[in-house]
């Protein structure tokens, strides 16, 4: 489980770092725009998003049944199924292989699953280096952080941050701020990998059942690389991801692209379906798929919050998000940042551990709007807001009730009182207008640090209204 | 004449009461009988975003009763309204009150949204030419779907001139106990709100949520920038005297 | 109960919802006449750094050879079968055939080769996409490895979108071990958001447009 971090303060950090600021508010300008610029007509992102959201609900429905007909399918094919209900339990299926492959090293391609796992420190403290071969992966890995969005893991850095690293970390560069050398040096360190490494790490978009098929969504060719290099690939993924059939996957990976980088595809889509069949030149001889509960089906009980399950991991929800364009993705201090960690992270690990975060949000309805299943991120947030404060017991997710404050208690108390009852309403109207120049600012709190205190009218428009009806 | 209930709102109600009693004065302008209940207080949406549900629908009931005649509810804030519209359902979803919040829901409008679609406004303007730079609120935009209802009134008035900021359709920052909670990130992007706000070179900065209105001519006012602020409906009024 | 079956049991529920229905004519609608398809499938696909040499069925030998002459290719490797033959004879460069295991060369094809051949299974042409299935005979690294990917690709093999193949083709009934769809040379933006080419894959993606 992770750890609680502060998010509060760590937001407070973020927010003063101008650099931060404006590395992101730029590239969430541009991922916005590019979004934008794939859905012009209105109508046809309606639709889609009906469609797609319409796929996910289908594939939750029948999850179990789906499940199963994918391990069958994969066996049938060849791929060696494998189930963990925890990130320990993938881990050591993971090693298990590895080691009986006697790897020393392995290659991985983009998975934020195996970021749950915290895969890679696992594997190094049993001496297998497992290195990062997606760029921006590559650069979080060599500078001991963590990816601070789920698409574009080194967003955070700037031109001058990367160039300055690979001066620094990989032996024989030089300062260069150009992104071509840049990309050629990474190519350069990581074509030698993709050659040597004895397994192959990669995470999967969609599971098909139908079929056994692994789909892999990817630009740069390091997905293919991990999964057809190394003579042993592993796929691992969230029990959510699987589909009913082939036919589901071209609507999901439509409006996928399209949300998150604003591509109407990406260079490469990659549907694998067996390890490597008799006569064939390459490929890995051996093919594994780890599917990891880590909670989500405790979220699958509860019919409120299964929404939460038909995420397809494009981001959109945090390049719209206003609180994640200021602070980005560190703050949160969880695998996945913006709005689909502040839904996921408190229930995959307990409100009492990852709930602070659900007060970051002003309910704009920003993230629900681009979300291209409609996942209602927003009614979500209010639902677990609801869980983080209730006190009957009578919740479903983990740390149900501990952001309870006492204090605060007292004062929706009161407000309920107080709104209840006209009379005591009147009266608070009353007192407040008469009184309004003795308020004083620090009674609004932090509110008046950063505003003018607002000005309590003379009369209430209750008064207004009863003057002119008599 | 039709007959409307008016929902004033609690914020209106104690901080811009002149608004409230413009957005009544427009409705009966245009051939509204307007009805406001005297025990009516507030939707409940702080104490629901907040997470505490069960004061926010015992509220919730006591105030839905005092709308039972068959009128079209009104609010002039696209955040109320959209509080009784779309969570008040939600919120008494398997009680008893369930079915009284879905009908009232059916009837429930933004004042500009109403103004337009069910009174068929027209506005003579009689002011002098003025530029206003408008916000428009989340919850109008998103929850409401009337994002574009205050530009279109604003734009019948001949003599104003209408601008929107950069970074339009994002929040400024209000989110009501959001702000309290996460008074930092609040800030900034109240921040980034208001100089967005005085960059479109308006005489005037005009809104139609008062949460909204509260929060940037606060900031406005704090940073020093010289940029008064009206209520969309107090704005509205004024102008057609 | 091994973590399986608690999975599973964790995941029955007693209702099933409803299933909405799946209304796949927001993709099925979009049809283009043959004109249309060409034109769709090349603009998209050079808006991604793709190149599209057109040509004949009938020439695309001799424009293969062109090509491989003025890229001053020095090296081709190619897959073994009809249109490969034809390609090999084609080309004035010296040609490799990819016809051993990959253990037995990795270490030549990912220092020296500088160009690959595939043929194509077909195209699309909503997104300037082509499809690919390697095989025993085109294996997978052929369209990877190399910093050069030229593929043939017939015209009359071009489909209007993803969704339609995958409706019409009967793909479910036997997958090949990769199928691939490929939109231009491998890139990133990983780094300041400045698209980059060929970071692990082809630095270009050359397609004969056979018509």
Same mark, same amino acid.
């Given at each position: 489980?992770?750890?609680?971090?502060?998010?509060?303060?760590?937001?407070?950090?973020?927010?003063?770092?101008?650099?931060?600021?404006?590395?992101?508010?730029?590239?969430?300008?541009?991922?916005?725009?590019?979004?934008?610029?794939?859905?012009?007509?209105?109508?046809? =992102?309606?639709?889609?998003?009906?469609?797609?959201?319409?796929?996910?609900?289908?594939?939750?429905?029948?999850?179990?049944?789906?499940?199963?007909?994918?391990?069958?399918?994969?066996?049938?094919?060849?791929?060696?199924?494998?189930?963990?209900?925890?990130?320990?339990?993938?881990?050591?299926?993971?090693?298990?292989?590895?080691?009986?492959?006697?790897?020393?090293?392995?290659?991985?391609?983009?998975?934020?699953?195996?970021?749950?796992?915290?895969?890679?420190?696992?594997?190094?403290?049993?001496?297998?280096? !497992?290195?990062?071969?997606?760029?921006?992966?590559?650069?979080?890995?060599?500078?001991?952080?963590?990816?601070?969005?789920?698409?574009?893991?080194a967003i955070h850095k700037n031109?001058?941050?990367?160039?300055?690293?690979?001066?620094?970390?990989?032996?024989?560069?030089?300062?260069?701020?150009?992104?071509?050398?840049?990309?050629?040096?990474?190519?350069?360190?990581?074509?030698s990998k993709f050659e040597t490494a004895a397994v192959g790490i990669s995470g999967v978009n969609f599971a098909v059942a139908e079929t056994g098929t692994l789909c892999l969504v990817e630009n740069e060719g390091n997905g293919r690389m991990t999964t057809t290099v190394?003579?042993?690939?592993?796929?691992?993924?969230?029990?959510?991801?699987?589909?009913?059939?082939?036919?589901?996957?071209?609507?999901?990976? @439509?409006?996928?692209?399209?949300?998150?980088?604003?591509?109407?595809?990406?260079?490469?889509?990659?549907?694998?379906?067996?390890?490597?069949?008799?006569?064939?030149?390459?490929?890995?001889?051996?093919?594994?798929?780890?599917?990891?509960?880590?909670?989500?089906?405790?979220?699958?009980?509860?019919?409120?919050?299964?929404?939460?399950?038909?995420?397809?991991?494009?981001?959109?929800?945090?390049?719209?998000?206003?609180?994640y364009t200021r602070i980005g993705g560190h703050a949160y201090g969880t695998v996945y940042p913006g709005p689909i960690g502040q839904i996921l992270n408190p229930q995959q690990y307990g409100i009492d551990q990852q709930g602070e975060m659900l007060s970051a949000c002003s309910l704009n309805g920003a993230c629900g709007e681009a979300c291209p299943v409609r996942i209602p991120i927003p009614s979500l947030i209010s639902e677990l807001r609801h869980e983080a404060t209730r006190n009957d017991q009578a919740g479903t997710v983990y740390g149900q009730g501990a952001l309870r404050k006492l204090h605060e208690a007292v004062v929706w108390g009161s407000w309920k009182w107080i709104h209840r009852t006209p009379w005591a309403y009147k009266a608070m109207?009353?007192? !407040?207008?008469?009184?309004?120049?003795l308020v004083p600012s620090a009674a609004m709190g932090p509110w008046t640090k950063t505003r003018v205190k607002p000005a309590l009218a003379e009369k209430t428009l209750h008064e207004l209204m009863k003057e002119r009806e008599s | 004449?039709?007959?409307?209930?008016?929902?004033?709102?609690?914020?209106?109600? =104690?901080?811009?009461?002149?608004?409230?009693? !413009?957005?009544?004065?427009?409705?009966?302008?245009?051939?509204?009988?307007?009805?406001?209940?005297?025990?009516?207080?507030?939707?409940?949406?702080?104490?629901?975003?907040?997470?505490?549900?069960?004061?926010?629908?015992?509220?919730?009931?006591?105030?839905?009763?005092?709308?039972?005649?068959?009128?079209?509810?009104?609010?002039?804030?696209?955040?109320?309204?959209?509080?009784?519209?779309?969570?008040?359902?939600? =919120?008494?979803?398997?009680?008893?009150?369930?079915?009284?919040?879905?009908?009232l829901a059916a009837r429930t409008y933004e004042l500009g949204e109403y103004l337009i679609?069910?009174?068929?406004?027209?506005?003579?303007?009689?002011?002098?030419?003025?530029?206003?730079?408008?916000?428009?609120?989340? @919850?109008?935009?998103?929850?409401?779907?009337?994002?574009?209802?205050?530009?279109?009134?604003?734009?019948?008035?001949?003599?104003?001139?209408?601008?929107?900021?950069?970074?339009?359709?994002?929040?400024?920052?209000?989110?009501?106990?959001?702000?309290?909670?996460?008074?930092?990130?609040?800030?900034?992007?109240?921040?980034?709100?208001?100089?967005?706000?005085?960059?479109?070179?308006a005489d005037r900065f005009v809104c139609g949520d008062s949460g909204c209105l509260m929060n940037l001519s606060g900031t406005l006012e704090k940073r020093g920038i010289q940029l008064d602020s009206s209520h969309l409906y107090d704005f509205i009024w004024e102008r057609v005297q | 109960m091994s973590a399986r079956d608690r999975i599973l049991s964790r995941l029955q529920h007693d209702v099933i919802a409803s299933d909405n229905e799946i209304d796949l004519s927001v993709h099925l609608d979009k049809q283009f006449d043959t004109q249309e398809k060409l034109e769709r499938f090349t603009e998209k696909l050079e808006s991604v750094h793709g190149e599209i040499i057109r040509c004949s069925e009938n020439d695309w030998t001799q424009t293969l050879a062109r090509v491989v002459d003025a890229e001053q290719i020095e090296n081709l490797t190619l897959g073994l079968g009809a249109l490969p033959d034809q390609a090999a004879d084609a080309v004035s460069c010296a040609v490799r055939r990819y016809d051993a295991d990959i253990e037995d060369w990795k270490g030549q094809l990912?220092?020296?080769?500088?160009?690959?051949?595939?043929t194509c299974r077909g195209g699309i042409a909503e997104t300037g996409s082509l499809l690919l299935w390697p095989s025993i005979d085109e294996p997978r690294l052929l369209s990877l490895v190399p910093p050069i990917h030229i593929a043939l690709l017939f015209a009359k093999d071009i489909a209007n979108t993803f969704t339609e193949v995958l409706c019409t083709q009967n793909w479910q009934d036997g997958m090949p071990t990769n199928a691939l769809m490929i939109s231009g040379p491998s890139k990133s933006a990983d780094i300041a958001q400045v698209l980059a080419y060929g970071v692990h894959g082809p630095k270009r993606l050359i397609v004969l447009l056979a018509e």
């Amino acid at each position: 489980m992770n750890t609680a971090v502060n998010f509060t303060d760590a937001a407070k950090t973020a927010l003063k770092n101008p650099t931060l600021r404006f590395n992101f508010r730029q590239a969430m300008d541009s991922l916005r725009e590019r979004r934008a610029a794939q859905f012009p007509d209105q109508d046809e =992102l309606e639709r889609a998003r009906d469609l797609a959201g319409a796929i996910r609900r289908r594939s939750l429905n029948h999850l179990a049944e789906k499940l199963v007909q994918l391990e069958s399918q994969c066996q049938k094919n060849g791929i060696q199924v494998h189930w963990a209900e925890t990130p320990a339990q993938a881990n050591e299926i993971i090693l298990e292989v590895c080691q009986r492959h006697d790897a020393k090293h392995v290659i991985k391609g983009k998975s934020m699953v195996s970021e749950e796992c915290h895969l890679n420190d696992y594997l190094a403290k049993h001496d297998i280096e !497992a290195l990062e071969s997606d760029l921006g992966e590559y650069i979080v890995q060599i500078d001991g952080e963590t990816p601070s969005h789920i698409i574009m893991p080194a967003i955070h850095k700037n031109k001058k941050e990367i160039a300055e690293l690979f001066a620094e970390k990989i032996p024989g560069v030089e300062y260069t701020e150009d992104v071509d050398t840049l990309t050629a040096i990474a190519r350069k360190v990581l074509r030698s990998k993709f050659e040597t490494a004895a397994v192959g790490i990669s995470g999967v978009n969609f599971a098909v059942a139908e079929t056994g098929t692994l789909c892999l969504v990817e630009n740069e060719g390091n997905g293919r690389m991990t999964t057809t290099v190394p003579p042993v690939h592993i796929a691992i993924t969230g029990i959510e991801k699987v589909v009913p059939s082939l036919s589901d996957v071209a609507p999901l990976y @439509s409006v996928l692209t399209r949300s998150a980088t604003g591509q109407h595809a990406t260079t490469y889509f990659n549907m694998i379906s067996s390890p490597r069949r008799e006569g064939e030149r390459d490929g890995p001889q051996e093919v594994h798929l780890v599917l990891l509960d880590n909670g989500r089906s405790k979220i699958y009980q509860d019919e409120r919050m299964q929404d939460t399950l038909k995420c397809i991991r494009c981001g959109a929800c945090m390049n719209h998000c206003p609180v994640y364009t200021r602070i980005g993705g560190h703050a949160y201090g969880t695998v996945y940042p913006g709005p689909i960690g502040q839904i996921l992270n408190p229930q995959q690990y307990g409100i009492d551990q990852q709930g602070e975060m659900l007060s970051a949000c002003s309910l704009n309805g920003a993230c629900g709007e681009a979300c291209p299943v409609r996942i209602p991120i927003p009614s979500l947030i209010s639902e677990l807001r609801h869980e983080a404060t209730r006190n009957d017991q009578a919740g479903t997710v983990y740390g149900q009730g501990a952001l309870r404050k006492l204090h605060e208690a007292v004062v929706w108390g009161s407000w309920k009182w107080i709104h209840r009852t006209p009379w005591a309403y009147k009266a608070m109207g009353l007192a !407040a207008t008469r009184l309004r120049r003795l308020v004083p600012s620090a009674a609004m709190g932090p509110w008046t640090k950063t505003r003018v205190k607002p000005a309590l009218a003379e009369k209430t428009l209750h008064e207004l209204m009863k003057e002119r009806e008599s | 004449m039709r007959d409307i209930y008016y929902f004033g709102t609690c914020l209106v109600d =104690l901080f811009y009461p002149q608004a409230g009693m !413009a957005g009544i004065q427009l409705l009966e302008r245009f051939g509204a009988r307007v009805h406001y209940p005297q025990e009516q207080s507030c939707c409940g949406q702080p104490p629901f975003n907040s997470g505490f549900r069960d004061e926010a629908q015992n509220v919730a009931i006591q105030q839905l009763a005092l709308f039972d005649q068959p009128f079209d509810l009104v609010v002039p804030s696209g955040s109320c309204a959209g509080m009784i519209k779309h969570h008040w359902p939600e =919120l008494l979803k398997g009680t008893d009150h369930e079915a009284r919040a879905t009908e009232l829901a059916a009837r429930t409008y933004e004042l500009g949204e109403y103004l337009i679609d069910h009174l068929n406004v027209t506005l003579e303007d009689q002011g002098e030419p003025t530029t206003v730079v408008v916000h428009t609120s989340c @919850s109008a935009r998103r929850e409401m779907g009337v994002a574009e209802q205050g530009k279109t009134l604003l734009g019948m008035l001949k003599n104003v001139t209408v601008e929107v900021p950069k970074y339009e359709t994002e929040c400024c920052g209000f989110g009501g106990t959001f702000s309290v909670k996460q008074p930092e990130i609040s800030a900034a992007m109240a921040e980034d709100k208001t100089t967005h706000l005085a960059a479109a070179g308006a005489d005037r900065f005009v809104c139609g949520d008062s949460g909204c209105l509260m929060n940037l001519s606060g900031t406005l006012e704090k940073r020093g920038i010289q940029l008064d602020s009206s209520h969309l409906y107090d704005f509205i009024w004024e102008r057609v005297q | 109960m091994s973590a399986r079956d608690r999975i599973l049991s964790r995941l029955q529920h007693d209702v099933i919802a409803s299933d909405n229905e799946i209304d796949l004519s927001v993709h099925l609608d979009k049809q283009f006449d043959t004109q249309e398809k060409l034109e769709r499938f090349t603009e998209k696909l050079e808006s991604v750094h793709g190149e599209i040499i057109r040509c004949s069925e009938n020439d695309w030998t001799q424009t293969l050879a062109r090509v491989v002459d003025a890229e001053q290719i020095e090296n081709l490797t190619l897959g073994l079968g009809a249109l490969p033959d034809q390609a090999a004879d084609a080309v004035s460069c010296a040609v490799r055939r990819y016809d051993a295991d990959i253990e037995d060369w990795k270490g030549q094809l990912f220092s020296d080769v500088q160009a690959g051949f595939t043929t194509c299974r077909g195209g699309i042409a909503e997104t300037g996409s082509l499809l690919l299935w390697p095989s025993i005979d085109e294996p997978r690294l052929l369209s990877l490895v190399p910093p050069i990917h030229i593929a043939l690709l017939f015209a009359k093999d071009i489909a209007n979108t993803f969704t339609e193949v995958l409706c019409t083709q009967n793909w479910q009934d036997g997958m090949p071990t990769n199928a691939l769809m490929i939109s231009g040379p491998s890139k990133s933006a990983d780094i300041a958001q400045v698209l980059a080419y060929g970071v692990h894959g082809p630095k270009r993606l050359i397609v004969l447009l056979a018509e």
